[in-house]
């Protein structure tokens, strides 16, 4: 139904900067009733956990060790999400994957699901 692919990962220094983009392709109305999106990441040996969320009007939500370093934005063409990472810390170090909801609220669970793109923050 509806695919999402992540880009921008990589190795950066503490202190450093990156830019996760996201785009959700598939079917045309799955797609365009996409409402919540939102980035996610797992630490190695940790669980799942919401980093930043946004819906189609505009909230937003942030976890608390990302506020103010990290934000999340959304192209006008809905389908797509952006997270721009800034002041990064090697505890940010993780895979950091995409999802996509049709709901109207953000969710830690979202339905869709990218593989994921590792961030690695080297000391």
């Known amino acids: 139904q509806v695919q999402l692919v992540e880009s921008g990962g990589g190795l950066v220094q503490d202190g450093g900067s990156l830019r996760l983009s996201c785009v959700a392709s598939?079917?045309?109305?799955?797609?365009?009733?996409?409402?919540?999106m939102g980035w996610y990441r797992q630490a190695l040996g940790e669980q799942r956990e919401l980093v930043a969320g946004?819906?189609?009007?505009?909230?937003?939500e942030y976890t608390d060790p990302v506020r103010g370093r990290f934000i999340i934005s959304r192209a006008s063409a809905k389908n797509t999400v952006y997270l721009q990472m800034n002041s990064l810390k090697p505890e940010d170090t993780a895979v950091y994957y995409c999802?996509?909801?049709?709901?109207?609220?953000?969710?830690?669970?979202?339905?869709?699901w990218g593989l994921g793109t590792q961030v690695t923050v080297s000391s």
């Open positions: 598939g079917n045309f109305f799955s797609v365009n009733g996409i409402n919540a």
């Open positions: 999802g996509a909801d049709w709901k109207s609220t953000i969710t830690h669970t979202p339905r869709f």
């Open positions: 946004i819906t189609l009007d505009g909230n937003t």
